[in-house]
């Protein structure tokens, strides 16, 4: 199959080249225009005309419910408090760990629970619209009965249980207990102001929404619905169902008609999940990512031509198998892309999924894809994770080196970008672009390792066998899993894909060989499930694996053990560097694509608007990234802290950002490899692992093969 893509690529590229020289300055210029006609003015959508607007919230700060147009949000509970805001400005303070607010129509009613020894409390506070107290109620539960989320309406609290729906009036006295399936389903209040319990199938792939019948104690089924998500609608319909294609008023017997289709109106926002209404007409946007944006009627005018720019993704074939919303797996490149396509005059970005929602396997997603390039409609943008290598793009030459761009960009540079340098280490160029990234190591104690940056394999052995039996130098380890994170690094030295050159038979590479043979599994049991830095500090656990994934996080680890430790990484031949940075999202751009010049506006908007918590990636874009490192050297340890929070609570020393910066500037590589180059080499390793060849024989074979196949990805 892989043999079969790369003849497609090579294909793609030889016709692709053949079809640039062709191309007219208007079709390489042309807009998309909408359901605007240009000549009149006058709308012709079967959806409404809507533009959007992104919303300032305070950060961290979850938008709970929307009245009378404006927008009740709640922050995370810190210090045993939960703050309450209205339109970003703080309403009011509870002193308790709320955890649902809601609008019952005679206030606000915010959530908390409570145990005392085996017994379970919902505690429930009701407060005004302006954020006065007005009751609380104590709801004492059944044994093994634990409340999940509450609704209200007409006078009647509902409360959502692990086991059953309870129905309570307005002081607290049980009216009905609905028993449903264990954990199952969730409440929702529709546009007519009813309370519907529906229960969703996996994200994306549609549900059941039924009636509740408090007389009766029973859950009547209404409809079913096959796809999409469904939400509280407004006064023209119960509900709306978000789809990928738009926003769909319906109704009690799930009969649906437009509200909004995204092309219509140039709008990108794939992956939604939820609307809720504003009022006049406008809808909050929300989903798997901050509620930040706002949908908003419109005049036709106001649809300005734009040039789309697509950017493909194909889903994992476990999201596939389970039938999962493709786009779930990219929730922050959702939110990125909805806010690029609010701000920017000149284009925008639509999410691709190859998948077509998953009626593709991921071969016929590529085979499609392939036959896509051959033909010359390649979308704009690829991510390069997953099923879709970089690797096959990069050798057929059909992606753009990003370097291009960053030296006609007068803003910044290839030194703003922190893996520019392992990234063209890896593929050759800057074929792949990323916004966030992490770093992937492993970590040692000072006391045993000194000040070393890397140990090598002999290091390994050595310690390993001076282990006792019932400590581990690596935790979970196995032979696969030494083998694929020896191999791959071994990957990135050995291979020369611009000369199509490659050199694994030699002593450095025939010491890996030996060092996957000699190694001692550990894998997870009952019996010695050891992990964390704790237990390395100890002793118990020689080395501790770390995913650096914010400025601080290594201090924090660090101040976790109790005493210094130092970065050592995967074990290496030559004892150098073994840490990698893991890279998020990794977009590269087609060199026969529409637009392949305007993907970079995106880029340098996803590299300079990376998520906001610093704590799930480190920014690519350096100046983000030093600013960062700044902020660190002036926490306030006197500031709130949220409960969850385990990050450093005061300032960052100089010592601990120059062990931090010195950890950047000595990695080389990223997790990036040739997954065709690794099965070629993995597949010949096998027979010197059961003992049919020797190391020196394995080298040979697998310099041979790899040679051939080199030099043909490589022409």
């Known amino acids: 199959m892989k043999r079969i893509v790369s003849l497609l690529l090579l294909l793609a590229l030889c016709l692709s080249l053949c079809a640039c020289g062709s191309k007219t300055e208007e079709e390489q210029t042309q807009q998309q225009v909408g359901a605007v006609d240009l000549s009149t003015g006058e709308w012709l959508g079967e959806g409404g005309c809507y533009r959007t607007e992104l919303l300032e919230l305070p950060e961290g700060v979850g938008v709970q419910f929307c009245r009378d147009g404006q927008i009740y949000s709640m922050g995370s509970p810190s210090m045993g408090k939960t703050v309450v805001y209205r339109d970003g400005e703080e309403l009011f303070r509870y002193e308790g760990m709320g955890y649902c607010l809601i609008d019952g129509g005679d206030g606000i009613w915010l959530q908390d629970e409570e145990r005392e020894g085996d017994t379970s409390f919902a505690r429930l506070t009701l407060f005004s619209y302006d954020g006065e107290l007005q009751k609380q109620l104590r709801l004492e539960l059944p044994p093994e009965c634990f409340s999940t989320r509450m609704q209200a309406a007409g006078g009647r609290i509902y409360l959502n249980c692990n086991n059953s729906l309870r129905v309570y009036d307005g002081e607290g006295e049980l009216i009905c207990a609905i028993p449903h399936a264990e954990w199952q389903g969730s409440l929702l209040k529709g546009g007519d102001g009813e309370i519907y319990f529906c229960e969703e199938r996996e994200s994306g792939s549609g549900g059941t929404i039924s009636a509740v019948d408090t007389d009766q104690g029973t859950i009547m089924e209404l409809f079913v619905y096959d796809k999409g998500f469904v939400c509280c609608g407004d006064g023209e319909s119960p509900f709306l169902q978000i789809l990928p294609d738009g926003i769909y008023r319906m109704e009690r017997g799930g009969e649906t008609r437009p509200l909004v289709f995204w092309d219509e109106c140039l709008l990108s926002v794939s992956g939604m999940q939820e609307a809720k209404a504003l009022g006049d007409g406008r809808f909050l946007l929300g989903g798997a990512f901050a509620q930040t944006m706002q949908l908003v009627p419109c005049e036709p005018s106001d649809i300005k031509p734009k040039i789309m720019l697509t950017l493909a993704v194909l889903p994992t074939q476990d999201a596939l198998d389970r039938e999962l919303d493709p786009t779930a797996y990219y929730s922050d490149l959702v939110q990125s892309i909805m806010a690029f396509n609010a701000v920017n005059p000149d284009c925008y970005v639509k999410l691709l999924d190859l998948s077509e929602g998953g009626s593709l396997t991921a071969e016929q997603a590529l085979t499609k894809l392939n036959t896509g390039i051959i033909s010359g ?339």
Request: net charge negative; charged share 25%; aromatic share 10%.
């Open 377 to 715: 409609s390649a979308p704009d943008m690829l991510v390069l994770n997953g099923s879709l290598s970089p690797f096959p793009f990069i050798r057929q030459g059909l992606l753009r080196d990003l370097t291009q761009d960053l030296e006609a960009d007068p803003d910044m540079g290839v030194e703003d970008i922190v893996l520019a340098d392992a990234i063209r280490n890896d593929c050759g160029g800057l074929y792949v672009m990323t916004n966030r990234f992490s770093i992937e190591t492993r970590l040692g104690l000072c006391s045993r390792f000194g000040d070393a940056w890397g140990w090598s394999f002999d290091d390994y052995l050595r310690i390993d066998a001076e282990t006792p039996e019932d400590h581990m130098v690596i935790y979970n380890l196995t032979q696969d899993y030494f083998l694929r994170m020896s191999v791959t690094r071994y990957l990135r030295q050995a291979i020369d894909w611009e000369n199509g050159t490659c050199d694994f038979n030699n002593p450095q590479f025939i010491q890996t060989l030996e060092a996957c043979r000699d190694m001692r599994p550990t894998p997870e049991d009952p019996e010695n499930m050891i992990f964390g830095m704790n237990l390395m500090g100890d002793g118990v656990l020689v080395t501790e694996m770390a995913m650096i994934d914010g400025v601080t996080a290594l201090a924090s680890e660090s101040r976790h053990v109790g005493q210094p430790i130092c970065i050592i990484g995967w074990p290496t031949t030559d004892g150098s560097c073994g840490s990698d940075f893991g890279v998020f999202y990794p977009i590269g751009v087609m060199k026969n694509g529409a637009h392949p010049e305007l993907c970079w506006h995106f880029l340098k908007y996803w590299l300079l608007h990376p998520n906001t918590d610093p704590h799930r990636g480190i920014p690519n874009a350096r100046p983000l990234m030093e600013k960062l490192i700044d902020e660190a050297r002036h926490i306030d340890p006197n500031q709130e802290w949220p409960d969850w929070y385990d990050g450093l609570r005061s300032p960052m020393t100089e010592a601990e950002i120059t062990q931090f910066q010195e950890l950047l500037r000595r990695m080389e590589h990223t997790t990036l490899y040739d997954e065709t180059a690794f099965e070629i080499v993995s597949t010949e390793i096998a027979q010197f692992l059961e003992g049919q060849r020797s190391a020196e024989e394995t080298a040979g074979i697998i310099q041979s093969r790899m040679s051939i196949y080199v030099s043909e990805q490589s022409k």
